[in-house]
Every structure is written in C-alpha cells, then in structure tokens.
C-alpha cells in the first residue's frame, strides 16, 4: 500500500469498474438472480462488507417485482431523510417520486396519538401511495414493524419492501419479522443488526438501473 | 426472540437508551477519552457494529477538539449529500452552517480541469471556509486524498478531520494516509473499507452535543 497521496486513481467510472470488480470477486452471490445479485454488490459497495450476503434474506423475485414497480412510476417512500437524500434522482427510470413523510408537522401529534416513535408514524402517512410502491426503510426497526401492522389491518400493499433497519433494539427482530411472514409482499433483508441507510439507497439505486 | 410485531419497544428515547447502553456493554472503548467514547459509541450506534473501535485511529484530543470548532461556530464540510442529510440541525450548539458543495453547478468543469472526481474537485469551493472547519468525509476517498494535498498545497487548516470513506478502491488507502501523516491536523478515522455517510454523521452528531 502506497501512503503518497498523489499516487491514487482520480478517474470516477474507473474506480466503481474496479470497486464492483472487487466485490464480484469477494462476495459469494451464488443462487442470487441476476437482479439480486446486482442489488446485493452495490449494497456491499455502499458499506465496504463482502460478507454481506451471508445475512442476506429475499423473497423470489423481489429484486425484480421492485425493478418492474420503478419502470412503471412507482414512488419510493422512506423513513429517514438520509435514504431519500441518498437516492440518485438521475438513475430513477421514470421520475419516480422519492418521499419521506418523517418531518411532516403532523408527525410528532401522530406518534404521541399512536404511542408509537415519529419513525412510525410517519408511516401513517404513506397510505394513499402505497399501492405498489417501493418501500426503503433504512432506519427505523419500528417502521419496519409498524408497516407489518398496518398491512395487517387491511392497508395497501407495496410492491417490494427494502426492510434494513439498523441497531440494537429491534432491528433484528423487525428483519426476523419481516422474513418470517412478509404478508405475500416481496422484500428483501440484511438480518442481524446490520442496515442502515447507505446500504438501503445503494439497493434502491441498484433496482433504478441496470447501469453499473 | 419473539416474532410478534405488536410486541415491540415504541418509546423512542427508551430505545434510544437500551440501545446505547448495549454499545457501552458489548463496544471495547478502554483508552477512548470520555468525549471519542461518545462518539465512537454514536458511530457504532448507526452501523450496528460494536467491533467498530478495532479499526479506530485517532490523534490526541480530536474529538475534543471538533466539539469546540462545533460550539465556537465552525462550519461542518460534508463530501456528500447524504452526509449532510444525516446531520441533526436541532443538535447543532451553534446554528453550525452545514456545507456540501458536491452538486454545485461548477463542479463538474472543476473536475474536468483537474482531472480528478467530482467529490474530490467539489472541495475547491471550501477554501474560503476550511479554516477551523470540521471537516466530514463520509463517501469519497479521492476527497480525503484531495484535502490532504490541498493542505500540503498550502490551504487553511480544519479544526478536525472525520476521514470516514467507504469502499474498495482507496478508502483504505486514503485512511492510512491520514493516519501515518494527517498534516498537523485533529483526525478521527477507522481504519480498513468500512465507513460510510451514516457513520460519519453520527459522528458529527455526537460531536454536536453531549446528549445522548
């Protein structure tokens, strides 16, 4: 390894060439389909972890039912503003409409109401548009739950459900919840307490176009 | 582990707290001073990893020295969008001015001209402001690899240094820099790919206040 600073490579295309290279290299995506396994390298290039597929849930054909609900203008509703912020506008294939609903002036009355955190019931929020939609919560494990409990009680269902909450309260019982029973809507996971909000743009990002 | 998603933790500031406490039990943070401890603790907080502190390097006195830049009014430079997502305003013990010049309309030409990458040309349009700065780097290695040869070029020097790149190609190599020679300057890194946007907001978050 060189330590002189002006010895590093400065061509943008050529490092993500070589950064996927290396991931390809390194990850095992064996089983994985084709768009999962483009999906799963740019979440593993968003956190710097070739071992990620090792707590790698999906449903079968969840990174394509996503893919096909982006191509056809679904919206993208998230739970942090950092997931949304992370989001390439320029890769979306329809100029799908990124939401995150968390700091809406309601939300705080919503989660004192709900007894729930503003995570959650910024959740609340989402009902007229998600049918369909791709959901990325990349925070919060009571969204997570929170979303569960409203599919339960009759809302719209997605089209894919990016579950990757982070943390250590919740977060892999919320996964676990997720690949448990998904109510019949696709998704995909990183059980365990490993998500995050980089590795959930870089998925959605992955499904917006088959560009690497 | 129960998998019933009505019974989960809702109060916000109680998962906030088991959360933490978690990381205090499991994290190794023997040597850290009381105010990196926070931070460290904080960073691990947002990537679910409490084997976080093997990788940390840090000079002497660098968080210490980023809280002071924050509460003496330093402007905090994120390489990234997502980075400057992450930060939390109402945290912030000065009204601190949050910057990231990556989608200013110039920098694509500044990239161009010094054939180098759009993050790392998009520090050019810091120097008026790097002086006393915390600087944020949570994305790109080429930018912490371009800050230090601006410093050696000459430009003013930030009060810290978060040297958070993720990745495959450089960010390892862009941290040892840091680490071997970080030009005088207070730095907080971890060492390796790991890294990331969610990482260093948190960092800067922790910085911000003493609020856990």
């Known amino acids: 390894m060189t330590l002189d600073s002006r010895d590093y490579l400065t061509d943008g295309a050529e490092i993500y060439r070589r950064s996927f290279a290396i991931i390809r290299a390194e990850a095992d ?9 483009r999906t799963v390298v740019r979440m593993i290039h968003a956190c710097g972890m070739t071992d990620l597929p090792r707590d790698l849930a999906a449903a079968p054909g969840a990174a394509e039912a996503g893919r096909a609900a982006l191509l056809a203008g679904a919206p993208i509703l998230c739970d942090a503003a950092m997931v949304a912020a992370g ?6 294939p329809a100029q799908n409409e990124v939401i995150c609903t968390l700091n809406a002036p309601e939300v705080p009355d919503l989660a004192a109401k709900l007894a729930t955190t503003r995570s959650a019931a910024a959740l609340e929020l989402w009902r007229d548009r998600l049918q369909g939609a791709v959901v990325a919560i990349g925070n919060a494990p009571t969204a997570l739950f929170h979303l569960l409990d409203m599919i ?5 269902r997605p089209a894919l459900i990016l579950g990757l909450p982070v943390g ?6 919320s996964k676990a919840a997720l690949q448990a029973d998904s109510r019949g809507v696709p998704f995909i996971t990183i059980l365990g307490r490993r998500g995050g909000s980089a590795i959930t743009s870089a998925a959605v990002n992955a499904l917006a176009s088959e560009a690497e």
Chains 1, 2 share one sequence.
Do not use: M, W
């Open 152 to 156: 339960d009680a009759g809302a719209p």
């Open 168 to 173: 250590f309260v919740g977060a892999a019982e």
């Open 87 to 92: 989001i390439t506008r320029a890769r979306l």
């Open 29 to 37: 995506l064996s089983g994985l389909s084709p768009d999962l396994a």
